[in-house]
């Protein structure tokens, strides 16, 4: 089964980038900073989700797993910064990962209504390449940190290159949705939904077309469409 993989090439070069300054064999944060009040900052919202649990080799169980593993790059990334510990600003709170020249400043603010606006800005130099406060991602999360949305920008630029959205539910399932944008449109999306008996359901769009569809059930079996750009089926399959 062929399929283009640029949406996820693209997202993982992203992650890979932002990543750089935070993990390569550094995982330290910041010199500790103290907490100049009682205000405790919000945990680092989190939404990954599992998929399928099987282990089989099926190249379309390893399409779907690979879509996972894009879905969940944003939040694995913020992971990074759940146990640094945040300074007391006057706006917010200030949480800080740092790697040779490279710093990652996560600020967080509390908005009006209870939810949260999260900005990831960048500074240093990286392959001959210099970042000045630049904002790599931002987006906002619910007072409950439950749902939310995060925008990742084209390397040094103000350019939206890719969205994710998700939600988690009362009857314990979560949604999400991953798109990336080409020329200030949505070039393709990844919809997913995993119940919490660990069931689910993935879609993949290229523009507005479902490309691709796959179901799969708590013990981690699933089937699988592909379609054309009309909408029929080109190729269906199932793995256990």
Known sequence: MKRSFGFLI???????FLSYGC?????????PVTVT?????PDVPSASLNGPGSNSKDASL??????IQGLNGFTNYLNKFQNVQAAKSDTGWVRRYMNGSIVATLTTTRLQDGSYNWKLTLSGTNDSITYNNWLALEGTSSADGKSGTWK??????????????WQKNSDGSITAILREYRNGSVHSRIEALENADKSGQLLFYMGD??????LWQSN?????WMYDSSGTVLHQGMWT
């Open 220 to 224: 981690g079996s699933g089937q699988w």
């Open 37 to 41: 009040n009682n205000s405790l900052p």
């Open 23 to 31: 993990s390569k064999k550094d995982n330290n944060p910041s010199a």
């Open 10 to 16: 693209t997202s993982f070069l992203i992650l890979a």
């Open 62 to 67: 390893l399409l779907v797993k690979g879509y």
């Open 152 to 165: 990742v920008y084209h390397d040094n630029t103000n350019l939206l290159t890719g969205d994710y959205s």
């Open 209 to 214: 077309n479902l490309s691709f569809k796959t």
